[in-house]
């Protein structure tokens, strides 16, 4: 049998060529496709552990309005009395400190943010700065004040905007802050604040100076020290914000409030150690914190960044795995023609073996090894092309997806260059806490190239795919003409 399919495979030249080629092409187009899943992944899993992913803590508004619909729905027995009946009120929840510490302590958890807002009343000899947004909210400058504020706190001249780090406020993460003189605050900044260029340039302040604010809650009078001067390119700004940490906002607050210690704190958020933790982080707080829930909150989780640095490579990844199949499809209807057509011209041969006493699973064999010998040909000498190809219908594919992402996001926000994430630098200062990727609404890039390399284990699969693909044809071409008897194979040639 097997010298019968090394003659076969010798004699038959041009046959033995044309199926090399196809199983070479075969082989490198299943290479290709191999090769770009591989490396779309390794992408993904890389934008993963790069960006890691955030999880915010924040009030179930849909939670809320739910409870809140069906504490108005009248019941049946009071439906006749309903002018008797008062409209439900609820209280918004608040988000403790002592919780947000406590759900920020878990292996998944690289880093986390929250923000308070209270504040403050200056001095006679300390004025205020007239800006866009005082004048449109009056004193307290509630507008413009950006998401680190809670507008319920502001009523005096000054906002005192507390946050465990510089790199948390929301214009240093959207890259419209920036330190004029001085330095940033931090945890262990005491009760050093940082003032607005305006606010300084009206007061003459600069750098050490120290001021006195005081508590429009307790009226008690906190001497703080400038230890930096920022400035912020948005023309709807309130410039009579204060920056500094938690602990120095704190003391601003009513005794209500400040509440022991344990003080309502906004703006939570969690940053992963990999975003591929977060829906595990989610499970793992909801059910070690059930008043989560009972309170009306959520842990919601925001992965943009990671879906718009990965959105085109995903598509090429899909794009592949499209491919792959294709091709084993298109493999195995085209050798089962050939080996179809194959065997109808051999029906002769094949009736004088069986009429000589070889057995159909002999024949069969002797065809299914005539095509693993030019299969093994072909699929040797792909590899030295295959990658090649995966690395030129990777580029074309990936520059496809980034044209066309490009074009949808022109379209939907009418200019080139828009991004749905938002701009921001990933240039912090330095010691900063968590800021290289403390924001989802960070100008975040797009995957640009793939690296594509082959493995052992993709030429193995190349080879194991492709015996099978060979076998499935010979299976599928042979099967009409062997079930025959020999005399009825030999009594069919003219």
Do not use: C, H
């Amino acid at each position: 049998m097997f010298k019968r399919s090394w003659l076969s495979v010798r004699r038959k030249f041009s046959r033995s060529l044309v199926l090399v080629l196809v199983l070479f092409a075969m082989a490198n187009l299943v290479l290709a496709g191999l090769s770009i899943k591989s490396a779309t992944q390794a992408s993904m899993d890389y934008a993963k552990s790069s960006l890691g992913g955030e999880v915010s803590l924040s009030v179930d508004m849909e939670k809320l309005r739910e409870n809140m619909s069906s504490e108005e729905t009248p019941s049946e027995s009071d439906s006749s009395d309903s002018s008797t009946q008062t409209r439900p009120t609820f209280t918004r929840p608040t988000i403790s400190k002592e919780l947000a510490d406590s759900v920020a302590d878990s292996d998944y958890v690289k880093d986390y943010t929250y923000s308070i807002s209270s504040s403050a009343n200056l001095p006679d000899d300390l004025e205020v700065v007239e800006t866009t947004s005082q004048s449109q909210s009056g004193p307290s400058g509630m507008m413009g004040e950006g998401p680190d504020s809670d507008s319920s706190q502001t009523t005096g001249d000054m906002t005192i905007q507390g946050v465990n780090s510089y790199a948390f406020i929301s214009y240093v993460e959207n890259d419209e802050m920036e330190i004029s003189s001085g330095t940033y605050f931090d945890e262990n900044s005491g009760t050093g604040v940082m003032v607005s260029y305006d606010f300084a340039e009206a007061n003459s302040l600069s750098v050490d100076d120290t001021i006195k604010l005081i508590s429009t809650s307790t009226s008690t009078t906190t001497e703080v020290k400038i230890i930096g001067i920022y400035d912020v390119n948005s023309d709807n700004f309130n410039s009579n914000t204060i920056y500094t940490n938690i602990d120095t906002a704190a003391k601003f607050l009513s005794d209500e409030d400040y509440n022991d210690g344990d003080y309502s704190v906004s703006n939570v958020t969690y940053y992963m150690n990999d975003a591929a933790n977060a829906d595990a982080f989610v499970a793992e707080m909801e059910e070690k914190y059930p008043e989560i829930t009972e309170n009306n909150l959520k842990l919601g989780i925001n992965d943009t960044a990671y879906q718009q640095m990965v959105e085109p490579i995903e598509q090429v990844g899909s794009f592949a795995n499209i491919i792959l199949w294709a091709v084993v499809i298109a493999s195995i209807l085209i050798i089962s023609l050939i080996v179809v057509l194959n065997v109808k011209d051999r029906r002769y041969e094949i009736g004088v073996l069986m009429s000589l006493g070889a057995s159909k699973l002999n024949i069969a064999g002797q065809i299914l090894t005539e095509l693993l010998i030019v299969g093994t040909i072909g699929f040797i000498l792909s590899i030295g092309t295959s990658g090649m190809i995966a690395s030129t219908l990777g580029d074309n594919l990936l520059k496809s997806q980034l044209e066309s992402s490009q074009q949808q996001s022109e379209e939907s926000f009418g200019r080139p260059g828009a991004n749905v994430g938002g701009g921001g630098s990933q240039n912090r200062q330095p010691g900063q806490t968590g800021g290289e990727n403390s924001s989802q609404s960070q100008d975040t890039q797009t995957i640009s190239e793939i690296d594509v390399n082959q493995s052992i284990s993709d030429y193995a699969t190349v080879f194991a795919l492709g015996y099978a693909v060979i076998f499935l044809s010979v299976i599928a071409g042979s099967i009409n003409i062997l079930k025959l008897k020999p005399k009825a194979i030999l009594a069919g040639k003219d």
